[in-house]
């Protein structure tokens, strides 16, 4: 299993955009769950949105519903945050994170945060 590979991230002001990219290792047609966690400074890890990598169902954090998107593109393996309307509170370390051992409903994905196999993690700054 390799590790998940994250890009994007950055810095932007509060209202802005940001799209955050994550490369997964997977065999043909295996299904798991994915998603993505963030941890600010000082605060616990937080559980942000999820899915499977067959782009189903998808579950989210309440606080970003409405202005994040998760998507897994099957066909480049890789699995996307679009974040909108990104607001100071959002600001964070973001990880993305599988487990080929998950599977089920996004909700299921979203519960089960001991996660196997973890990206390097990507810093996202959201400024006034």
């Known amino acids: 299993q390799v590790q998940p590979v994250e890009s994007g991230g950055g810095s932007v002001q509060a209202g802005g955009s940001l799209r955050l990219s994550c490369a997964v290792s997977?065999?043909?047609?295996?299904?798991?769950?994915v998603g993505w966690f963030r941890q600010a400074p000082g605060k616990e890890r937080e559980a942000v949105a999820f899915?499977?990598?067959?782009?189903?169902?998808?579950s989210y954090t309440d606080s970003v519903k409405g202005r994040f998107t998760i998507s897994f593109d099957n066909a480049k393996n890789t699995l996307s945050l679009q974040m909108n309307f990104l607001k100071i509170e959002d600001t964070a370390t973001y990880y993305c994170a599988a487990d080929y051992r998950l599977y089920g409903p996004a909700d299921y994905c979203a519960r089960n945060g001991a996660y196997r196999n973890w990206g390097q993690g990507t810093q996202v700054t959201v400024s006034s």
């Open positions: 899915t499977t990598t067959e782009g189903g169902s998808k």
């Open positions: 997977r065999n043909p047609n295996t299904r798991f769950c």
